[in-house]
Structures are given as structure tokens and as C-alpha cells.
């Protein structure tokens, strides 16, 4: 069957330190993944795309990974700070769909001061 | 200026009453959205209309039926409200329909609750 994983748990995650969150994903053939942040009560925002033919990109303290190897994009922030705090939602372009975003249900991210 | 703007922000309502929920961009976009996102936090979309023009239309109850009066505006109307209607509805716009090109910019969600 065809599914996109996240973290269903919480990550709390200390100030400074590097957050990682993961995106995996079975039976899907993406031609790219995004990522977005999402804050209570508050749709969306787009903050980072990687291609399948990509294995990196970085948007200041921000960076995507994507191995299609293993079926997974990692999400990273750097020098995480408590406004870091929100859920991180990673949406795959499904090449056999047309496109068609398929979402994963998020990650809550908590960054402790 | 806000991008995408989505009226009510909250809608509380009994079963069987019909209600509507507007939605408005004011990006030039040529796609326009709908997505459910449930108590799981999953995102589900309902329909897009790229132009005024549906394009997907997922399965979704023929209670749900959206109107493009224009390429800016994506109204969504609901009859018969069931218990299961309950959730956060978003529209969401993008510029050139779905591609690697055009990320979604969403509005900030309208809480349906039914009664």
C-alpha cells in the first residue's frame, strides 16, 4: 500500500542544537518533495522543495536531504531556536498522479530554551 | 494584502443545515484548492480548479460542491452537514497547477464544527 510517514511523536529538541526531522515514503514515485511549516490555527507555508534528482538543498539555516535510495527525506535546522517551534508537514509530488501532492500528517517540533 | 484569505475562521453548526465558506487570493494564481485536514492532521485535497475550470475532484460526498466565480475566488459550499464534516478546511492557491514550480500558499483554515 501505498504511505507517507512522519514522526507522529512530539520532537523536543534543546535551543542550539540541530533538529532532524524524517519523511518516508512506500509505493510512491516522486518527482519532488516539499516541505512546509505549519502553526497552530495557521495554514501552511512553504519553506523548502528537493527534486528527485537532487541530494541536497539549503535555505539558510535550513536543509533537505532526499535519497530515493531509501525512500526518505531528512529535514534539518541548524542552530534551532524556540520560534523554530511549530509542525513541519513534508508533501511528495507523485510523478504517477500527475503531481499530485501526497501529505504526510506532520511533526510537532518543540525547541526548549 | 493577506495572499489567501478564507471567510469564516471558525463555523459552528447543527447537522443538516447547508453552509458556505469563502475563499479569495489575491496572488494572480491561476489554481485554486480545497483540502481537508482531519482530527490526524492529514491533508486531503477535495477539488482544484485551475482557471475556473475543475480539474480534481477526489471523493469527496456530492453534498461538497465548489464554485470559481473567478480565477481569484473558490467558494466551497456544503449541504446537509453531517458529524463527519467536522475538520479545518484550507484553500490553498498555486501559480501554474501542481509541479515542482508552483508550492501551495494556503489560507489560515476555516474550524468547521457540526453539531
Known amino acids: 500500500s501505498q504511505k507517507i510517514e512522519q514522526n507522529s511523536e512530539a520532537l523536543n529538541i534543546q535551543e542550539g542544537k540541530t533538529a532532524t526531522l524524517t519523511c518516508n515514503y512506500t509505493n510512491y514515485s516522486p518527482a519532488y518533495l516539499q516541505w512546509y511549516r505549519q502553526d497552530p490555527g495557521r495554514g501552511p507555508v512553504f519553506l523548502l522543495l528537493i527534486r528527485e534528482n537532487e541530494k541536497e538543498k539549503r535555505k539558510e539555516r535550513l536543509k533537505v536531504t532526499f535519497d530515493t535510495t531509501l525512500k526518505q527525506s531528512l529535514f534539518h535546522i541548524t542552530a534551532s531556536q524556540p520560534a523554530d517551534s511549530a509542525t513541519y508537514l513534508c508533501?511528495?509530488?507523485?510523478?504517477?498522479?500527475?503531481?499530485?501532492?501526497?501529505w504526510g500528517a506532520g511533526t510537532k517540533l518543540i525547541i526548549k530554551p | 494584502d493577506t495572499a489567501v484569505s478564507q471567510t469564516p475562521k471558525y463555523l459552528v453548526t447543527q447537522m443538516g443545515n447547508d453552509k458556505s465558506i469563502k475563499c479569495e487570493q489575491n496572488l494572480g494564481h491561476d489554481t485554486m484548492y480545497w483540502y481537508k485536514q482531519d482530527s490526524k492532521k492529514f491533508l486531503k485535497i477535495m477539488f482544484s480548479?485551475?482557471?475556473?475550470?475543475?480539474?480534481i475532484n477526489e471523493t469527496v460526498p456530492n453534498r461538497f460542491s465548489p464554485k470559481s466565480p473567478d480565477k481569484a475566488h473558490l467558494n466551497l459550499h456544503i449541504n446537509s452537514l453531517e458529524l463527519g464534516d467536522s475538520a479545518v478546511y484550507f484553500c490553498a492557491s498555486s501559480q501554474e497547477g501542481s509541479g515542482p514550480n508552483s508550492p501551495l500558499h494556503f489560507g489560515n483554515g476555516t474550524r468547521l464544527t457540526v453539531t
Open positions: 480548479y485551475n482557471n475556473k475550470e475543475l480539474i
Open positions: 508533501a511528495l509530488g507523485d510523478l504517477d498522479s500527475n503531481y499530485q501532492l501526497i
